[in-house]
């Protein structure tokens, strides 16, 4: 009996023996073009035919571009799952794999520590104002010549956590234990016992209330410069803006604009809206902390991450389902 073909976008760097395992089982295959148009043209001419599975790398988009209803629509017939690596999906279209039955999952949970822990360093970062004074170390200068403003202690403040999802509830967790408290907006109300007793408000009161603002919610349509200026006109003055979800989440231009009226103090960032590409406003800013978008950049957590889509794989090609499918897809 022939082995069942899965799609390859992207390479594997960690779990090489869950790989090694899934080839046993499966026939690899891997595109030999470097960018979109190559690939659609490999794609339509039956280079992937047959294939049931593909796993893919937030990274290979550099390849396949997004996957949105063109590229879908020139993947074979056979394909049924499509196995991201990674929390986060927006560079799939799902209701384009939707239509052609293409069934979409994701690594959640595996993230949480890691990008949790990174959102905690740039509160940390953020509300201490460190960014100025690492910049003037660098430049010879100490602390930076007028001193920099004194930072802020996170013990008693307000964090805000706008999407309580996994992240969400791991930072809850450990901004607790620097003395925070903890308040949420979800699009759902979370059961008292997941929300870990965080107090429930509405978009407009975490907005005004919140000291501390994190981003922890995924990018779709519906979020998409989910904060831009009248929200930030809603917030306190010398509020402190994290984001270590997705950079569109926030509109940029606003933000740089807010930054620079003094009505954001100051800001921690890990995500931009068109990466690597990142606004000059915020690199001119020395109050905002920026990170080239690592949050899951340890070995341990990429490692988590490769080994639970390669699960998604296997599972899709040995019994015809999903470990985590996307919940847009969880009826399917
Ligand atoms: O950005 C990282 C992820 O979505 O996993």
């Known amino acids: 009996m022939s082995k069942p073909k899965v799609l390859l976008l992207g390479p594997i760097e960690h779990a090489h023996m869950e790989w090694s ?6 026939d690899v295959i891997e595109p030999t073009s470097t960018n979109r148009a190559d690939f659609i043209k490999e794609a339509q001419g039956g280079a992937f035919d047959g294939v049931v599975a593909a ?22 017939k056979s394909l049924k799952f499509l196995s991201h690596n990674g929390a986060g999906y927006d560079q799939i279209d799902v209701n384009a794999c939707t239509k052609h039955d293409i069934r979409v999952s994701n690594t959640p949970s595996a993230v949480d520590d890691a ?8 509160i940390l970062g953020a509300l201490r104002n460190f960014n100025s004074s690492m910049v003037a170390l660098r430049a010879g200068d100490w602390k930076g010549n007028p001193n920099p403003p004194l930072g802020h202690d ?14 969400g509830r791991n930072l809850k967790i450990k901004a607790e234990v620097f003395g925070m408290s903890v308040q949420y907006y979800n699009r759902t109300q979370l059961s008292e016992e997941l929300s870990g007793g965080a107090k429930y408000v509405s978009f407009d009161e975490l ?6 603002l994190s981003l922890n919610l995924p990018l779709n349509k519906n979020t998409r410069h989910i904060i831009s200026t009248p929200e930030f006109e809603k917030m306190k003055d010398g509020v402190v803006i994290v984001n270590t ?38 690199v001119a800013c020395e109050r905002a902390m920026l990170l080239p978008h690592m949050g899951t950049w ?5 490692t988590k991450m490769e080994v639970w889509a390669i699960e998604n794989v296997k599972m899709a090609v040995q019994s015809g389902t999903l470990k985590s499918p996307v919940w847009e897809q969880k009826g399917m």
Request: proline share 4%.
């Open 21 to 26: 395992d899934l080839a046993s089982i499966a």
């Open 55 to 76: 796993y893919r790398t937030f990274l290979s988009v550099s390849v396949t571009g997004l996957i949105d209803e063109e590229l879908v629509s020139s993947l074979p």
């Open 115 to 122: 990008t949790a822990d990174a959102n905690m360093f740039l």
């Open 154 to 167: 996170p013990q008693g403040k307000v964090l805000g956590i706008l999407g309580m999802g996994g992240i």
């Open 207 to 212: 907005l005004a209330t919140s000291d501390v």
């Open 245 to 282: 979800a997705r950079g569109a989440v926030i509109d940029e231009a606003a933000l740089v604009e807010a930054l620079n009226s003094g009505k954001v103090g100051s800001a921690g960032l890990d995500v931009y809206e068109e990466e690597p590409k990142i606004h000059p406003g915020l």
């Open 298 to 302: 340890t070995v341990e957590t990429q």
